[in-house]
């Protein structure tokens, strides 16, 4: 279910900023815009209700997620993104980049309309990382919708905005 298009967090959005302290005492406020998150509730085990968020950014050509590029800082923006929701009462679902373009795609001569479209939809797959829990893949369209398999538990998650707090600071 979609929890919203554009949502901003800052001051005036619809969620607060992050906020970091720094190790001098100064703070740096982390603003943004979310292009996309869909929301899942679920019942645990326990009986609970699990409220569960995944962050999808829309780009204009074909992007990958680098966890080498998250650990060194280089590419934070959509974990920034789903810290600051989890912050707000989510559990991470997961982070997806999601490729606007109309891919060309190459097929055999005679192929038919049907190979055609699944071609396209193999080059529209999204990519990123998804929460290894609750079959999450499976509730967010199926493990054929994901470009990438790559999982985390929610473990690894929260290690990551650990880690993202560090990298800002």
Partial sequence: VPLGYEISFDEDGRFKPTKIKL???KTVTLRGRIDRA???????????????????DYKSSDKTL????????VQL?????????CKNGYSPAGILYYNLSDPIVEVTPGATE?????????????????????DMAE?????????SKKTATAKNFNAMFRHLDKVIK
């Fill in 139 to 147: 509730r967010m369209g199926g493990i054929e919708t994901l470009k």
């Fill in 66 to 73: 680098s966890l080498s590029d998250v650990y060194h800082g």
């Fill in 114 to 134: 049907d190979e055609i479209l699944q071609k396209r939809f193999e080059q529209r797959r999204m990519s990123g990382i998804v929460l290894s829990e609750n």
């Fill in 38 to 56: 869909d929301e899942f509730t679920l019942t645990m085990p326990d009986g609970e209700s699990g409220k569960f968020v995944r962050i999808v």
């Fill in 23 to 25: 190790d001098d005492g």
């Fill in 77 to 85: 923006q959509l974990f920034v993104y789903l810290s600051t929701l």
